[in-house]
């Protein structure tokens, strides 16, 4: 891909230098008609090359950018699919508040969950705990009041799997 890349440019700039040397698009445009059967097989044969490496570098990096990333996260972790959807809900709703890196909020209400979850509590059980607890009973500390179960059932723990696994990293 990367070599696509680099071969496209170079072909190009040779493609500028040809026409520059010939005096300019005027004098290329005149010397085209006057020139031989190569020298006009040449010139098609150039502009195919780069309307194909037109079309194929950008194919290219398409195709290896359309790989499924979802699953990853801040600082190299893989998250689970519960823990995508967690994702999901916490950006749709607790990024207004809450600060996380993760899904690069910066929230002014809440408390920083990196610091607050991923700091201060050392293991992932306890980091869900407090989260799935904080859904479920509201906050009223701070400069904002965290409403009651924003998410019940399997959206709160979703929301929390995720907030434990990423808070901190």
Same mark, same amino acid.
């Given at each position: &891909? /990367? !070599?696509? %890349?680099?071969?496209?440019?170079?072909? !190009?700039?040779?493609?500028?230098?040809?026409?520059? &040397?010939?005096?300019?698009?005027?004098? +290329?445009?005149?010397?085209?008609?006057?020139?031989?059967? !190569?020298?006009?097989?040449?010139?098609?044969?150039?502009? /195919?090359?780069?309307?194909?490496?037109? !079309? *194929?570098?950008?194919? *290219?990096?398409?195709? $290896?950018?359309?790989? @499924?990333?979802?699953?990853?996260?801040?600082?190299?972790? $893989?998250? =689970?699919?519960?823990?995508?959807?967690?994702?999901?809900?916490?950006? @749709?709703?607790?990024?207004?508040?809450?600060?996380?890196?993760?899904?690069?909020?910066?929230?002014?209400?809440?408390?920083?969950?990196?610091?607050?979850?991923?700091?201060?509590?050392?293991?992932? #059980?306890?980091?869900?705990?407090?989260?799935?607890?904080?859904? +479920?009973?509201?906050?009223?500390?701070? =400069?904002? =009041? &965290?409403?009651?179960?924003?998410?019940?059932?399997?959206? +709160?723990?979703?929301?929390?799997? %995720?907030?434990?696994?990423? #808070?901190? @990293?």
């Amino acid at each position: &891909m /990367v !070599l696509g %890349f680099i071969l496209f440019w170079v072909v !190009l700039g040779l493609a500028v230098f040809f026409v520059a &040397m010939r005096g300019g698009p005027r004098a +290329a445009r005149e010397s085209l008609h006057t020139d031989s059967k !190569l020298g006009q097989r040449a010139v098609t044969l150039g502009i /195919v090359l780069l309307f194909v490496f037109g !079309l *194929l570098v950008p194919a *290219l990096v398409l195709a $290896h950018n359309g790989e @499924h990333k979802a699953s990853s996260a801040v600082g190299g972790l $893989h998250l =689970n699919a519960e823990e995508v959807k967690g994702r999901e809900l916490f950006s @749709h709703t607790c990024t207004v508040c809450h600060t996380l890196a993760a899904v690069k909020s910066v929230g002014r209400t809440g408390p920083d969950l990196d610091v607050r979850v991923g700091d201060d509590i050392s293991t992932p #059980a306890g980091r869900k705990a407090l989260v799935e607890n904080a859904i +479920a009973e509201g906050r009223a500390r701070g =400069n904002g =009041n &965290m409403p009651a179960q924003l998410y019940q059932g399997k959206e +709160a723990e979703e929301v929390a799997s %995720f907030v434990a696994a990423v #808070a901190g @990293h």
